[in-house]
């Protein structure tokens, strides 16, 4: 075949920059529409943490004076600041360690078991999450008074544990749905009894479940201001010691707390991700 016969290459089309960008922007979309939400969502907190390190000249800490790291030194130095920390981290303890053994039982009573009522249980559990804050808090006012009980430290408790359940019991059950029972059926066929059996192959593979719920209801519990001042009484906890400093002027000092919480929450979160990630077999899909 001669030269003169060969077909002829096509000549390269060119692409104008506005194609290119308009292919460039339609395959990162989503990333960049995830970026800015992303940097919406920590604006708020990048304002806390850059004030917990300003000088204010005087009670407001609303605007930019100058650079000073005094604060951190004596975080808990404003009356009544450290006592109310103390006291949000009791409750949020206490109620966190109660919902989260409630929530796991009633978790894996709705996953594994059927029994009269199990649908009714179901929409119950979405109530509290569901219902509007200013409801529950009224109605738990209510409950209290009715009963004649005083409300302090504990009628709070109660209450961050009522809503609390509901959290914990949705996000184990998200983890329960997707449980092999045969692990459990091969263990028991080995020997083990019940007991051993949820402690030594139940409790470990929903372990990252329970850190997730337990995590999460103590975020809810430290961070709640409606339900708890309707049910405080005379206790101080820390949003409520933030809003009733609101109109006297709140000090750097909180930005600090709030700092050191979100801090806390963001280590948390990391070693429950590193936690998973160990757990999980490689080339396995977590």
């Not at 820390?238 to 919480?261: D, H, K």
Request: charged share 10%.
């Amino acid at each position: 075949m001669t030269a003169a016969a060969e077909p002829r290459a096509l000549p390269r089309r060119r692409v104008s920059p506005l194609t290119k960008a308009w292919a460039f922007v339609r395959r990162h979309t989503l990333t960049v529409f995830g970026i800015l939400a992303l940097a919406y969502l920590m604006l708020p907190i990048a304002i806390v943490v850059i004030f917990s390190f300003n000088d204010p000249a005087g009670r407001f800490n609303y605007t930019w004076e100058g650079f000073t790291t005094k604060h951190w030194t004596h975080p808990f130095g404003p009356p009544f600041l450290g006592d109310a920390v103390i006291t949000s981290i009791k409750v949020g303890v206490i109620a966190t360690i109660v919902s989260v053994i409630l929530g796991t039982l009633v978790a894996l009573a709705l996953v594994r078991y059927h029994f009269r009522g199990r649908g009714a249980t179901n929409l119950l559990i979405f109530v509290p999450l569901t219902a509007p804050e200013i409801v529950l808090g009224a109605s738990l006012l209510t409950l209290f008074l009715n009963l004649g009980s005083a409300l302090g430290f504990w009628t709070i408790v109660i209450a961050h544990i009522m809503f609390c359940i509901s959290f914990v019991v949705v996000t184990v059950r998200a983890r329960l749905v997707g449980f092999d029972r045969h692990v459990e059926e091969a263990a028991m066929d080995l020997g083990a009894n019940e007991y051993v059996t949820f402690y030594r192959i139940t409790l470990p593979l929903i372990a990252p479940g329970i850190l997730a719920a337990a995590l999460l209801a103590f975020s809810l519990s430290i961070d709640d201001f409606v339900i708890t001042n309707f049910n405080s009484g005379t206790t101080e906890t820390f949003p409520l010691y933030v809003w009733s400093q609101a109109q006297r002027g709140v000090p750097a000092e909180v930005n600090v707390i709030g700092t050191m919480i979100f801090a806390v929450a963001i280590v948390l979160m990391i070693a429950n991700v590193a936690f998973q990630w160990r757990r999980t077999p490689k080339g396995a899909v977590a």
